[in-house]
């Protein structure tokens, strides 16, 4: 069983800045498990691969946010971050994190949300000028 809860959403203005965070728990860890991926979507369009960081450290950003977005874990694994800089109206999204019970690597991207079979429940941030 694989729990996440992602929280750390809000209203902020153009230029702001946000923390998300995403609780792992699991009952079992198998190799090659860890790490994550923060996803965002908004109504009418199709989830977006934001970031993603695997158990080795490789960590990969959607071309959207590079250079203001940075994903980390905390040393255990426990925990994704998503810090968000010099945030855009565009950012305005639900964002979802996710995981894997299945080992995994990131390659040259974010990999689409189907590789993902465990979700957080969403936290909602909002940009405004």
């Known amino acids: 069983q694989v729990e996440l809860v992602d929280i750390g959403g809000g209203s902020v203005e153009v230029g702001g800045s946000l923390i998300l965070s995403c609780t792992i728990s699991r009952d079992t860890y198998p190799p090659g498990t860890g790490g994550g991926a923060w996803f965002r979507q908004v109504p009418g369009k199709q989830r977006e691969g934001v970031a993603g960081?695997?158990?080795?450290?490789?960590?990969r950003y959607g071309d959207s946010v590079k250079g203001r977005f940075t994903i980390s874990q905390v040393k255990d694994k426990t925990t994704l971050y998503l810090q968000m800089t010099r945030l855009k109206a565009e950012d305005t999204a639900m964002y979802y994190c996710?995981?894997?019970?299945?080992?995994?690597?990131?390659?040259?991207?974010?990999?689409?949300?189907?590789?993902?079979?465990?979700w957080g429940q969403g936290t909602q941030v909002t940009v405004s000028s």
């Open positions: 996710a995981a894997s019970q299945r080992r995994w690597r990131l390659l040259s991207s974010v990999p689409s949300p189907d590789a993902f079979a465990y």
């Open positions: 960081i695997d158990e080795y450290g490789s960590i």
